[in-house]
C-alpha cells in the first residue's frame, strides 16, 4: 500500500484514525497503531511481516542482553552479534545475488543467484532497528523492556517503507506519553496534503516525461532531449521523495509523533557538500554518527572514513554497480571540495556556485537513473556528442510538460517556506489567524481534490524509494 493510493486516503486512513481517537489511553493507542502498521506491511509484503517482526525480536533480545551485561566484554559481543543478524538479513535478502553474479563472472562459475524478492522498506528498517541497538549500548537510551513497543517503533507505517530515518532516541519517550493538539493534527493534515500534491501531480508527471525522453534504447535521443529527460527525473526523484517524507512527517504529527526533517531545499545549495547536508539529512546524519566518527572521523584516516561511508552511502540504495559509481562520484566531488576547490568557491559569484552545485547534481543523477552500465555510456554520449536539434515528437511531448518544469523548478526553490514565513506573521492578529486557517482549509481541500482526480484518471504512481 502507498499513501497516494485511494484505498490508503479513503478507507485504510480514516479508519486508522478513527480507530486511534476513539481509544481511551495511550496504551490502546499504540496498539491501535501497532494493528493498522502491520496491515499496511501485510497488505503489500505479506510473506515478510515475519522478517520484519523477526528483525525487531532480535534487537529486542539484543538489547535486554547488552544492557545486563553493560560494562563487560559481553555486552560488546552482544552488540556485534545482534548487528550482525540485523544486517544479515539485509544481505541475504539485498545483496545475495549481485554477490553471486558477480563471483560467477569473476571466477567463470555458475552459482545459482538467489531469486529473493526485495522486502519493501528492509534497507529503512534496519537501519532504525540498529539505531536502537547501538544507542542502548552506548548508554544514550533505556533499553525498551516492552517487545510490542519496540515493533511499534520500527512498523509504524509512516515511515515504515521509505523513511525518513527515524531514530529510537527521537521517539522513544513518545512511545509512552504524547497527546494530539488540533493545532498539531490540522498541521500534520496540511503537511500530509502539501506532500500528496507533490507526488501526484508534479513526481507523477515529471516520471511521465523522463520515461518518454530517457525510457527507449536512447539510439534516437538527441543531446537536447537526454538534458531534458535528466532535468525531469532531477525533478521527479527530488519531488517523489520529499513528498513521501512530508506525508510521514504529516501523518506523525496526526498520532502524535515529531519525526525528523528530511529534507531542506536541497536544490539551492551553493556546494555539494552544502547539497548533502540539505539531501536526504536521516539518511547523511545516520552514516556520519553511525559509521564516520565510529571509524575515527576526522581524527584518523579521515579520507579512507570518506571514502567507506561514500561506498556504502551508494551500496544502501541498491545492490548495482551503479550506485557503487554514484556513490564514489560523490565522494572525489567531496574531496576536490575538501582539499582543493572549497575556498575558491566560496570566493565566487552565487550564481555560479549554485550552477556548479545544479550541474554536478543533475550528472549524479544520471549514474543513480540508470542500472545498466551500457545505457549509461551511451546517456553521457547522447548529452555531450550528439546532435542538439530535437524531433517534432520530443517538442511536442516537452511542450506538453513545459509548465509542469516550471512548477517543479519553482518550488524546488524556498517559495512554500516564505509562504510559511507570511502566515505566521499575518496570523499574529486575529482577523489574520482566521484568514490563515480558512486559507489552510481551503489549501487541504484543494490538495485532496486534485490529487484524488490525478489518481482516478491515472495508473502511473511509482515510489521511486520504496526499491531502497
Known sequence: MVFSSLTFLYIFLPLC????????????????????????????????????????????VGGILIDRYRRTGLAKLCLGITA????????????????????????NISLTVPGLSLPVGISFYTFQALT?????????????????????????????????????SEVDKQLSERTVT??????????FSIGLIKKTVVANYAGKLCGAMLGDSLAGTS????????????????????????????????????????????????????????????????????????????????AFNMLLVWMLTGFWHGASWNYIVWGLYYFVFLMLEKLYIGERLAKLNPVIKHLYTLAVVMLGWAFFYFEDMSRLRLFFKDIFFKNGFLSLTDKTIIANYLLLLLVGIVFSMPVAKFVRGLCFRFSRKQAGK????????????????????????????PFLYFRF
Open 223 to 302: 543531446s537536447v532531449g537526454a538534458f531534458v529527460g535528466l532535468l525531469a527525473y532531477t525533478i521527479q526523484i527530488y519531488f517523489d521523495f520529499s513528498a513521501y517524507s512530508d506525508m510521514a512527517i504529516g501523518l506523525g504529527k496526526m498520532f502524535g509523533f515529531d519525526f525528523p526533517e528530511n529534507f531542506n531545499y536541497p536544490y539551492v545549495a551553493d556546494s555539494v557538500n552544502d547539497f548533502w547536508k540539505r539531501w536526504h539529512m536521516t539518511l547523511s546524519g545516520f552514516f556520519k554518527d553511525y559509521v564516520y566518527i565510529p571509524l575515527g572521523g576526522n581524527r584518523r584516516r579521515w
Open 17 to 60: 484514525l478513527l480507530a486511534y481517537y476513539l481509544a481511551k489511553n495511550i496504551k490502546i493507542k499504540n496498539i491501535v497503531l501497532l494493528a493498522f502498521s502491520l496491515v499496511f506491511y501485510a497488505v503489500g509484503e505479506p510473506k515478510y511481516i515475519f522478517l520484519m517482526v523477526l528483525t525487531v525480536l532480535v534487537d529486542y
Open 84 to 107: 550482525a543478524i540485523t544486517l544479515g538479513f539485509l544481505a541475504v535478502f539485498k545483496y545475495a545475488g549481485f554477490f553471486t553474479e558477480n563471483v560467477n563472472s569473476l571466477f
Open 132 to 168: 536502537y541497538v547501538i544507542d542502548v549500548y552506548r548508554g544514550k537510551v533505556p533499553v525498551q523492556k516492552s517487545f510490542y513497543k519496540l515493533l511499534l517503533y520500527v512498523s509504524m507505517f509512516p515511515q515504515l517503507i521509505a523513511g525518513p530515518i527515524v531514530r529510537y
Open 182 to 191: 488540533l493545532n498539531a493534527a490540522a498541521s500534520g493534515i496540511l503537511r
Open 434 to 461: 482566521i484568514a490563515v486557517g480558512v486559507l489552510q482549509t481551503v489549501t487541504v481541500a484543494f490538495c485532496l481534490l486534485i490529487s484524488t482526480a490525478c489518481l482516478v484518471g491515472d495508473s502511473y504512481n
